[in-house]
């Protein structure tokens, strides 16, 4: 069992970036697919971006990709999203999930381990 911890969210401007973070305990994260999906009020919780195992399979949302980034240090147990050119469509809260499959999965019932979510605020 692994658990997930968000940071790093926050009210910022349009165009400007963000760095989100999430620390994994329990069991090494190198074991996990690691992605970060989003909520926004009223919407279903959606994908954002999922890195495999060794990070040598990488998936995106085609409305994040080219502005987001996710990376993983396996050695620090933690995942990180890139965001730039922030929009205000991408406020929303944003989970971090880990699954021990070794596809790399874009779907919410996929993920078996969530954190408790990071508020991403975007606007003027």
């Known amino acids: 069992q692994v658990q997930l911890v968000e940071s790093g969210g926050g009210l910022v401007q349009p165009g400007t970036s963000l760095r989100l973070s999430c620390a994994a305990s329990?069991?090494?994260?190198?074991?996990?697919?690691m992605g970060w999906f989003r909520q926004a009020p009223g919407k279903e919780r959606e994908f954002v971006a999922a890195?495999?195992?060794?990070?040598?399979?990488?998936r995106y949302a085609d409305s994040v990709k080219d502005r987001f980034t996710i990376t993983r240090d396996n050695a620090k147990n933690t995942v990180y999203l890139q965001m730039n050119s922030l929009k205000p469509e991408d406020t929303a809260v944003y989970y971090c999930?880990?699954?021990?499959?070794?596809?790399?999965?874009?779907?919410?019932?996929?993920?078996?381990?969530w954190g408790q979510g990071t508020q991403v605020t975007v606007s003027s």
């Open positions: 999930a880990a699954d021990g499959a070794m596809a790399v999965p874009t779907t919410v019932p996929a993920y078996k381990y």
């Open positions: 329990g069991r090494t994260m190198s074991m996990y697919t």
């Open positions: 890195k495999g195992r060794n990070g040598a399979i990488t």
